[in-house]
């Protein structure tokens, strides 16, 4: 089967009544856990952007302080774990700021954390690769955004 294009499937969502709209959502909804979750995000979490932000950065406080220090392996699995959360949660807002916030605040909590990360190269990759993909999108930001945003990072490096 071809998947339609984006703009076929725009045209005929827009031809079909509100009930049968519902209806292909929440049979999307059931079909993978992803979809539930960023229905979830764009009904009830999207018109409060800082909240959302605030409730991840909760998540991943509460991550940061079960992860196994002592055993480098570990903790590089269990870091890479929050990461790929994050990304998933920084692909539901869409927003660059809330993605440079994010992080931003992965990187500080992982310096703040008291791992021995620079003894890994894996983990000073994982790191360095954070940090250049956060300054990557601060260059697409607002003059403004740019400067805030840079002063956060200056201790990062």
């Given at each position: 089967m071809k998947a339609a294009t984006i703009n076929e499937i725009k045209q005929e969502l827009q031809s079909l009544p509100p009930s049968r709209l519902t209806e292909l959502c929440l049979r999307l909804a059931r079909f993978k856990k992803?979809?539930?979750?960023?229905l979830t995000y764009l009904l009830f979490e999207a018109?409060?952007?800082?909240?959302y932000i605030d409730s991840i950065k909760k998540e991943?406080?509460?991550?940061?302080?079960?992860?196994?220090?002592?055993n480098l392996y570990l903790t590089k699995k269990s870091l890479r774990?929050?990461?790929?959360?994050?990304?998933?949660q920084i692909r539901y807002t869409g927003?660059?700021?809330?993605?440079?916030?994010l992080l931003t605040y992965f990187l500080q909590k992982m310096q703040r954390?008291?791992?021995p990360f620079r003894d890994s190269p894996v983990l000073v990759n994982l790191y360095r690769q954070q940090l250049k993909k956060v300054r990557s999108v601060i260059d697409g930001l607002h003059e403004d955004l740019q400067y805030d945003y840079l002063r956060?990072?200056?201790g990062l490096d």
């Open positions: 992803d979809n539930k979750e960023l018109a409060d952007e800082a909240t991943i406080d509460g991550e940061f302080e079960g992860l196994p220090k002592p774990k929050v990461l790929r959360v994050t990304a998933k927003s660059p700021q809330a993605e440079v916030e954390s008291g791992i956060e990072l200056q």
